[in-house]
């Protein structure tokens, strides 16, 4: 991941003691591990020529891309969200795996996290079978006891059920809901499916969040790197 901050974390709003040991740590895929948003946007516009509407900037798409299609594409395209639906899963499936990019320094947080035992999962509103292709594109399928995309619970990110589907396929049994599970990801979909759970929700990207972006689903810690992420994540357990 590109960019610094100066410090190791930047709590929001309250100070890195606060932070609970994390038993189990659910990452958001697309920005948060991965770079996906050229791909994304790439779509979004091809799909958008598509069905007649006007196309997105760069920003746009940034700033509108986050819950589930299913949860959106009725509001967007109305009756024909289905035919939406399945002509940006055609593109994207064209393209995704040659243009899937690992963000700086989050493989080495995720081989670190993965040495010192504790259980990660995938929580993601991509499609499942995307989510998980992708996933063992990168050589990852031994990093994640689960990885739960769009589509594979009752309800998707940031309803519980995707949530509380990964926890049931915890190593050792299901894990409940609680603050020793940190939500980590990089969008205000991430916090509030955190805050919804009764997880942690962390916040792990580049830039701090402004004032007014999460509202009443703030997260507890912003790490700006998987450097300072893991970090964070090794003083606590060594804390104990």
């Known amino acids: 991941m590109t960019g610094s901050t100066s410090s190791l974390t930047v709590a929001v709003p309250g100070p890195p003691g606060a932070l609970p040991t994390p038993r189990v740590v659910l990452f958001d895929w697309d920005n948060t591990l991965v770079d996906t948003w050229p791909t994304i946007h790439q779509v979004v516009n091809l799909l958008m020529e598509h069905m007649g509407h006007p196309t997105w900037t760069f920003e746009e798409t940034r700033r509108r891309i986050g819950p589930s299609m299913r949860d959106v594409f009725p509001t967007m395209f109305g009756d024909r969200w289905q035919e939406a639906r399945d002509v940006f899963l055609g593109a994207f499936r064209e393209v995704h795996l040659e243009q899937l990019a690992v963000l700086e320094g989050m493989e080495a947080m995720l081989r670190g996290l993965r040495a010192r035992g504790l259980p990660m999962a995938l929580v993601s509103n991509k499609t499942g079978a995307l989510l998980r292709r992708e996933v063992a594109h990168l050589g990852w399928d031994d990093l994640f006891f689960a990885a739960v995309g769009a589509g594979d619970a009752a309800r998707d990110k940031p309803a519980p059920e995707a949530v ?11 894990v409940a809901s609680g603050p020793d599970v940190w939500f980590v990801g990089d969008s205000p979909t991430d916090m509030t499916c955190a805050h919804a759970c009764g997880c942690t929700p962390v916040l792990l990207r580049a830039w701090p969040p402004d004032g007014t ?25 060594d804390r104990g």
Not at 167 to 173: C, K, N, R, T, V
Request: hydrophobic residues 40%; charged residues 20%.
């Open 164 to 174: 509380d589907l990964a926890l049931s396929q915890a190593p050792g049994g299901p």
């Open 213 to 237: 972006e999460f509202g009443t689903d703030s997260p507890l810690v912003h790490l700006a790197s998987g450097d300072h992420f893991l970090t964070e994540v090794e003083r606590l357990l």
